[in-house]
């Protein structure tokens, strides 16, 4: 850095706290870039994989199983259906819920945000070999797995 004044100061450089913070910082730029190049954001690629998953469910299920919000769920799902990615229809038992179904163009969509979320976890994980990635993957699970316990909140995808 140029100007003293704007170093960061030795005794929090190393922080585990600091660095997995500046680590999730360029991973949330690196998907975000990667999804918007093809229309989409976060909430689109796991509406679309819970769909691949679990299949055809109602907005609740779905809010469920991917972690999203139900106040958010309405907007992304009106923005699929737009792109004739997800269908919304009538539940047949319960006429005042609606089944979300994953189209044809949906799977095609999933499997191009897949291609990019790949891309993106080699350009994130470029300096380590596959083996250290694989520690990585396996420490940051068992803290995220800790803490999600300890919070009872849901891990992010």
């Known amino acids: ?3 003293p004044s704007e170093e960061t100061p030795p005794r929090w450089e190393g922080l585990p ?4 913070g500046r680590t999730a910082d360029h991973a949330r730029r690196l998907v975000g ?17 819970t769909l691949e998953e679990f299949g055809p469910a109602s ?12 106040s958010d769920m309405v907007a992304a799902i009106n923005e699929l259906t737009e792109r004739e990615l997800v269908e919304r229809a009538p539940d047949p038992s319960d006429r005042r819920r609606n089944i ?6 949906g799977r095609r969509q999933l499997r191009r945000l897949e291609k990019r979320l790949a891309e993106c976890q080699d350009r994130l994980l470029a300096p380590l070999s596959p083996e250290e990635r ?6 940051l699970s068992r803290l995220s797995n800790h803490h999600d316990r300890r919070t009872g909140t849901l891990i992010e995808p």
Do not use: C, D, K, W
């Open 1 to 3: 850095m140029e100007n």
């Open 17 to 20: 706290s600091r660095l997995l």
């Open 33 to 49: 870039e990667a999804f918007s190049s093809v229309g989409a954001r976060g909430y689109h690629y796991r509406l679309l994989a």
């Open 59 to 70: 907005q609740a299920a779905l809010g469920r199983r991917s972690g999203i919000h139900l």
């Open 100 to 105: 979300i179904s994953l189209t044809t163009s």
């Open 134 to 139: 694989q520690r990585l993957v396996e420490l």
